[in-house]
């Protein structure tokens, strides 16, 4: 193909199939140029609208989220959102897809992943300073699983590790859905003190347009066309479009761009991600209101008699695009030649709104900004709305004994400890890890201060997919309860939005109903989305994904040393359940996977109220020093939740509560458990009723093991054992 | 006392060390820069964690041979202290300051988490507020830990006293020879290990038991 990426090739409408472009995207373009486009035209405007970049079939949707709040200073449409956590400090956070090249080359997928979404945070000024995942995989048994879950968590860990900021957090499930489609999606936290971020916008007529970082080579050319196309069993083909990362070299740049940015020497900047040089340079003239004029020979290249085309469409890794005060070019120079990096003015802002570039000589593209930036068709696909589903019959219904369901559950692939995994990442560099990976939420101090950022990803599929509206409310909730649950105050969301094509109604209907159970949610909760990514087209053979809209949290405590963790700290203390318990066991992990019962139900419902109360209420008792261990009850129930929190730290539970497999199993929302010494129980108990907030002790702590009056009795060393086999035992070959 | 931390590109545990020092020391460590020539005269000099050059060589291979690194070595024979901490290990054997040598781990995969150690040597400068063969729990992050050395340096090591700090049994993350985490020179002033004390210096980080290493050696230079 790349004998054709040139001028020298006359644009047809055939090239532009083949390019993603519909015929009517097509005529839109050859009517806003005035003319037939080039090559390299046509390869810019194919990836600016590509679904990828242009929101094209989302926009519409995400326009209705919330976005606002006191605690935001920057929302939706820069490389990251921006919040404030007090004291002139602000998180600056993100999450993006980078499922398709995972799927097709999990380690470096899965590491380029990591290291763009790294880059859109400390473009804008800050420090990462934590990394999180949300990873979904096929069946256990499926051939690929394991290749796909030892590649990417290796490809994550090979990043996130060398680059030195710790990966604390994260979330896995295994479903058929994602057989021939897995999802690999990154989010990262940085800090930044207020009067120092930085955006993309870029000003000033004549202002040196500068590129810093890596070479650019032929990788990742039309990576973005790539992801936002079916796949099918001709996709691996497409493996040379994969991205090479190279954390070392981001480690510099991250460093050498602190070390500007320290300066007053940057009007913007802006990393080069998807569709690299081209949306980059598209985006920072357009956000300014200016034009852009490239000479691409001043580029740094790595590879012989590139065309212009392969330029400006190259998803080389580690690369950055600033616009300077003029004058200050040699000061910054200095800082990246030091840290061995390229630096190179390829070209200026100009006024008249164009994008012009030059190569060799000769100009090989003129096209109008607004076009290119937000230009591309808004569709407003037709969406059926997922039908509701009947409840949960448990009439028929014969339920095993609690205590070989409860073992059933704790070995299974949605529960099994995932230490497997994140022991391959580096959880404590950095020094400020307080809380890693195994809690509910991480907590990560913010350096040299005494507040604590507290992050979490959720979302549960299966819920979303029985019920959009109520999966979308509940993968919102999900991530307040866990944030909650240590102490913090949640304060804003990023998304990343992970669904089948949407040119099948039945599927945008699913997007549409997630956003609207999300939306809901983040009013009700206080809980805005402040960033965010799409990823579309999550099919293989025609076969969709589970509509999967990941949810990354962020809240904040101001003074850790009032945070608590997940597990039972003490022996005699109460154990107390908030939150009601109807035993609701409709698209339970216990229907699925005790049962065998596949049958598509209604999930359990999402009480925002109630949400809000119990959230309120529990982070009020953390405060006040009533509560001293509190665990969110989400997969697998009460019965669950009680087990993860005494293997913690190896400290049993006794339970005179009687209950039948409904009660135990039930994933009703809304429901914490919390452990309150026998000193702060009057407190605790007095504090509920003014709150009205629904308690219920149901044991004690103590002993070193779980036990039910008349139902079960399990140490916690078998426990334990079970929960932490499976996944060495998975990969190992053992099992599955 | 004068304490440096040395930063190549890609170390990245530089800041936390440097934390631990200051909180040591009272005063922040000199930050030198692998490309320096010249170090000004320092008691305790520190090669950090992190990935130096990339490691895309054998891990510590480029480092070693980095102009700081000539500094380094004429300052550590002249008497200089000198600690090495995962990288910095890495770094230390390939330079010649300590013998062996860190190859990947046995499990092929980078491991992170806590690991109970034995201080089997509790008298050289850096572990003499330790008990001799106290337990100690600190963490380790590495793929290629797994310390291998020929029989005969191995016997030496042990002859002279040199084994500092062993993983406890059955908790070798790594496949290391004689379960061995840390090792020093023969004047017990050269400390490799990679175990990381510097992650477990203050309660909040889940302990403080690396905190002593750093008060040891301060207090030995003192």
């Known amino acids: 193909m790349s004998t054709r990426l040139n001028n020298l090739v006359d644009v047809t409408e055939d090239i532009a199939r083949e390019h993603g472009l519909t015929d009517d995207e097509y005529k839109m373009i050859v009517g806003h140029l005035g003319r037939t486009p080039n090559m390299t035209e046509l390869g810019v405007f194919s990836v600016m609208w590509s679904e990828h970049c242009s929101y094209k079939s989302s926009r519409k949707w995400l326009k209705k989220l919330p976005t606002e709040g006191p605690q935001v200073i920057q929302g939706p449409g820069e490389n990251a959102g921006v919040i404030d956590i007090g004291d002139g400090d602000t998180a600056i956070f993100k999450m993006e897809s980078h499922n398709h090249p995972s799927f097709i080359e999990p380690y470096q997928g899965a590491a380029t992943g990591v290291g763009g979404i790294m880059r859109d945070v400390f473009t804008m000024g800050a420090r990462p300073v934590a990394n999180l995942n949300a990873l979904r995989f096929g069946e256990p048994s499926h051939p690929k699983t394991r290749h796909l879950v030892a590649g990417v968590v290796s490809g994550i860990g090979g990043y996130g590790n060398c680059i030195g900021v710790p990966t604390v957090g994260g979330e896995v499930n295994f479903d058929a859905s994602y057989n021939g489609n897995i999802l690999v999606n990154a989010m990262c936290v940085g800090t930044a003190r207020a009067d120092k971020i930085f955006y993309a916008a870029a000003t000033g007529i004549g202002s040196p347009v500068v590129y810093v970082g890596a070479k650019t080579g032929r990788d990742g050319i039309h990576g973005a066309t790539m992801a936002s196309a079916e796949f099918d069993d001709a996709s691996q083909e497409k493996r040379p479009t994969v991205q090479v990362g190279d954390p070392f070299t981001e480690k510099l740049l991250l460093e050498a761009c602190q070390e500007l940015m320290a300066s007053d020497a940057i009007i913007g900047i802006q990393d080069m991600g998807a569709a690299g040089l081209t949306s980059s340079s598209v985006e920072m003239a357009d956000k300014g209101g200016v034009g852009i004029f490239i000479d691409l020979d001043k580029v740094p290249c790595r590879e012989t008699a590139m065309s212009g085309y392969e330029m400006l469409l190259s998803e080389s890794q580690e690369r950055m695009l600033m616009v300077l005060k003029p004058g200050r070019e040699a000061e910054a120079e200095k800082i990246f030649h030091r840290w061995g990096l390229d630096f190179a003015v390829i070209g200026e802002l100009t006024d008249g709104h164009r994008m012009v570039v030059h190569h060799q000589g000769e100009e090989i593209a003129d096209m109008p900004l607004t076009h290119l930036a937000d230009g591309a068709p808004e569709y407003d696909r037709p969406h059926v709305a997922t039908p509701k589903r009947p409840e949960f019959d448990a009439s028929n219904v014969t339920h095993p004994a609690i205590a070989d369901s409860l073992k059933s559950l704790m070995g299974n692939s949605e529960i099994a400890s995932r230490r497997w995994i994140w022991e391959q990442y580096d959880s404590m560099v950095m020094g400020d890890t307080l809380v890693g990976p195994g809690g509910d939420a991480a907590l990560v101090r913010v350096h040299g201060t005494q507040k604590a950022l507290a992050m979490s990803t959720d979302v549960t599929p299966r819920y979303c997919f029985a019920d959009p509206i109520e999966g979308g409310k509940q993968a919102v909730a999900e991530a307040y309860r866990n944030i909650s649950a240590t102490g913090a105050t949640p304060l804003a969301i990023t998304n990343c939005l992970n669904f089948g094509n949407p040119e099948r109604p039945e599927i945008m209907g699913q997007f549409v109903g997630c956003l609207d159970g999300m939306g809901q949610a983040c009013l009700a909760l206080d809980f805005p989305v402040v960033s965010g990514n799409v990823s579309l087209y999550n099919e293989t053979n025609g076969t969709g994904i589970l509509p999967t809209p990941a949810i990354g949290g962020v809240g904040v405590i101001a003074d850790y040393n009032n945070a608590i963790g997940s597990g039972f700290t003490q022996a005699d203390a109460h154990v107390f359940v908030i939150g009601a318990s109807h035993g609701a066991l409709g698209c339970s992990l216990y229907q699925r996977h005790v049962l065998q019962d596949e049958a598509i139900v209604a999930p359990p419902a999402v009480d925002l109220q109630a949400e809000r109360a119990h959230g309120e209420f529990v982070r009020a008792t953390i405060a006040a020093g009533a509560v001293s261990a509190a665990h969110d009850v989400s997969d697998g129930g009460l019965l669950v939740a009680l087990s993860e929190m005494a293997m913690r730290h190896g400290i049993g539970v006794s339970s005179q509560q009687q ?43 103590g002993g070193d093991e779980l036990t039910i009056d008349a139902t079960l009795t399990i140490s916690i060393a078998e426990l334990t054992r079970i929960n932490q086999d499976w996944f060495p035992d998975l990969m190992s070959g053992k099992t599955a | 006392m004068q ?36 170090l000004p005269d320092c008691d305790l000099i520190v090669l950090p964690g992190g990935f130096s050059y990339g490691d895309y060589l054998r891990c510590g291979s480029m480092a070693a041979n980095s102009p700081i690194m000539r500094e380094v070595v004429a300052q550590a024979h002249k008497g200089a202290a000198v600690l090495g901490i995962c990288n910095g290990f890495q770094i230390l054997t390939e330079c010649g300051l300590l013998p062996g040598v860190l190859m990947q781990n046995t499990g092929l995969n980078f491991v992170c988490r806590d690991t109970r150690l034995t201080v089997s040597n509790a008298q050289n400068a850096f572990t003499h ?29 042990q002859e002279h006293q040199q084994i500092a700090f062993t993983y406890g049994a059955g908790d070798n993350p790594n496949g290391a020879s004689l379960d061995i985490a840390g090792i020093t020179d023969k004047s017990g002033k050269i400390l490799g290990m990679m175990p990381h004390p510097e992650r477990r210096a203050e309660a909040a980080l889940g302990g403080e038991d690396g905190k002593r290493l750093f008060t040891g050696i301060v207090e030995s230079l003192a």
């Open chain 1, 659 to 701: 209950g039948d497999s409904a009660y135990w199993f039930g994933e009703d929302q809304g429901r914490y458990i919390v452990q309150v010494s026998a000193d702060q129980l009057a407190g605790f108990t007095t504090a509920a009723q003014a709150a009205g907030v629904n308690v219920n002790e149901i044991g004690k702590t």
């Open chain 2, 129 to 157: 507020l330790y008990q001799q063969d106290e337990e100690i729990i600190i963490p380790v992050a590495h793929n290629e830990g797994n310390y291998f050395a020929d029989e005969s340096t191995l016997a030496s090591l």
């Open chain 2, 3 to 38: 304490a440096a931390v040395i930063v190549f590109p890609g170390s990245n545990c530089d800041r936390d060390v440097a934390v631990c020092l200051e909180a040591a020391t009272g005063t922040p460590p000199l930050m030198a820069w692998h490309g320096d020539a010249s």
